[in-house]
């Protein structure tokens, strides 16, 4: 059984820096993107940053240059780090993967870890 577990959200001050880290356990094949969305309140959930089949990355446009997704496949895990965090970025922020297996698609989600930045 496939899992994905987020940690690492808290408060933070506006320009401020996080690392979200995604624990991935569960023998999964067929990957077509690893990555990361956040939703708030009256928000759809958006985009936030993801590695494509291939190692490509794509950001959403209120994040690129201020965050950065990594993995690390030895350990698993899929990180992401933000950095000036802005108020804006309050949100919970959930890790994804998808892809298929054979005409079988799949897209799993982990339980979410609040990100809060105030002063």
């Known amino acids: 059984q496939v899992q994905l577990v987020e940690s690492g959200g808290g408060l933070v001050q506006p320009g401020g820096s996080l690392r979200l880290s995604c624990l991935i356990s569960?023998?999964?094949?067929?990957?077509?993107?690893m990555g990361w969305y956040r939703e708030s309140p009256g928000r759809q959930r958006e985009l936030v940053a993801t590695i494509i089949s291939g190692g490509n990355t794509i950001y959403g446009d209120s994040v690129k240059g201020r965050f950065t997704i990594s993995r690390d496949n030895a350990k698993n895990t899929l990180y992401l780090q933000m950095n000036n965090l802005k108020p804006e970025d309050t949100a919970v922020y959930y890790c994804?993967?998808?892809?298929?297996?054979?005409?079988?698609?799949?897209?799993?989600w982990g339980q979410g870890t609040q990100v809060t930045v105030s002063s």
């Open positions: 994804n993967v998808d892809g298929s297996l054979g005409w079988k698609p799949y897209d799993y």
């Open positions: 569960g023998s999964i094949s067929g990957i077509n993107g």
